[in-house]
């Protein structure tokens, strides 16, 4: 599996909105969860969303209403569409793919080149 590759990270004021966009070619033909973490400054990584290869989403009790994951018609791509964004969204973020199913919620580090997302109040 090819690493995923996250762009579309930026500053926004507090109210804006971002999509964060991930490069994962094949991940519904081999059965794979995509999901996004976070890292804010001093805290842990954290899990903020999935997307299963059958298109169940699951988020985070803070960031549901506003953010949405999904995937492009082609199934290589799979968006962050973040609305609403708070201060508190602020944070690096990064893609993960896992091809077992339900392991993705497992993770407790972040790694990857990750994109920084910055929200000003």
């Known amino acids: 599996q090819a690493q995923p590759v996250e762009s579309g990270g930026g500053s926004v004021q507090a109210g804006g909105s971002l999509r964060l966009s991930c490069i994962v070619s094949?991940?519904?033909?081999?059965?794979?969860?995509v999901g996004w973490y976070r890292q804010r400054p001093g805290n842990e990584c954290e899990l903020v969303s999935t997307?299963?290869?059958?298109?169940?989403?699951y988020y985070r009790d803070s960031v549901k209403g506003r953010f949405t994951i999904s995937p492009d018609n082609a199934k290589t791509t799979v968006y962050l569409q973040m609305n609403s964004l708070k201060p508190e969204d602020a944070a690096v973020y990064y893609c993960?793919?896992?091809?077992?199913?339900?392991?993705?919620?497992?993770?407790?580090?972040?790694w990857g080149q990750g994109t920084q997302v910055t929200v000003s109040s």
């Open positions: 094949g991940f519904t033909s081999d059965g794979s969860d």
């Open positions: 997307l299963s290869s059958d298109g169940r989403a």
């Open positions: 993960v793919r896992d091809s077992v199913p339900g392991r993705l919620h497992q993770y407790t580090a972040c």
